[in-house]
């Protein structure tokens, strides 16, 4: 098991800019730009079928963008261990676009014979720890590179679990050598969801050990209490409140890659470029000026 190192994460072919996830129906869009998004984010199983169309389009965009591919279907988190099957394809994903980062959730979404649409929760444990460092100790080995490994949205808290959520991926990373993906929106999901604090959620993050961030949009909802519930929806843009949270990293950061997530009533490309230009302009302040209501400036 390695250490992990700080800053070696997306330090290389992905740029400390934002960027979007991709969609084919965008392509022309964003090659005829004159604004060059900073990277471009694939969901792996989306392109691990052998050719056709897809493979097609998102070859040519990586004549001119560098890549980052996500999984969503790993399950790392799942008692009975990776799927070889699933492993083997996502090398072939990697080996044939060798993307500049890879990431996967710190979920499940198997049991058995039974595969979820869902990214599920897990209690935080020593058990559960252990297991998970293992499983993504399998997937380095085989890939021959370290992942990035997301912290989830929640509904619920496991009763069962004994060590908190930051210091549970801080431990992840630190013994298996991974890094980590910082999803900013599900830190605002999760806090709200379960009555915690936001901002000390960030102070005690192990932000050193972060080479992506993810920004996306959530649905507002209540519970059957009247107390809000928030679905982490990825169908609008990104909430003011969020924009505040991401301000907070990046000010104890700096720029890193950051990518605008939008799986689900995708618009039209030049929406998706107003939010990686939100972005990019807190980056570039390093989070000093962040106007709210600068969506619409």
Known sequence: MAEAQPGRFGSQSIPHRAGTGFKTAHADAILNDSYRTGFLEVHAENYMGAGGHPHRILTRMREDFPLSVHGVGMS?????????????????????????????????????DAYYNDLLPLPYTDETLA?????????????????LLENPSTYV????????????????????????????NNVHVSTVNNGFDATSYLKSFPLERVGEIHLAGHAEDVDDTGAPLLIDAHDRPVDDAVWALYAFVIRQTGPLPTLIEWDNDVPEWPVLKREAQLAEDVMKNEGERFLLGARHG
Do not use: M
């Not at 297991?131 to 992942?147: A, G, S």
């Not at 801080?170 to 999803?183: F, N, P, Q, V, Y």
């Open 131 to 147: 297991h998970i460092v293992d499983h993504i100790d399998q997937v380095q080995n085989r890939l021959k590179r370290p992942i």
């Open 157 to 184: 808290a496991f009763s069962q679990s004994t060590i908190p959520e930051t210091l549970f991926l801080d431990e992840i990373a630190r013994k298996s050598g991974c890094g980590l993906l910082l999803d900013v």
């Open 76 to 112: 790392i988190g799942s008692p009975r261990g990776i799927d070889p099957e699933h492993l083997e394809r996502l090398k072939t994903v990697v080996d044939r676009y060798q993307p500049g980062l890879v990431s996967e959730h710190l979920a499940w979404s198997t049991h058995d």
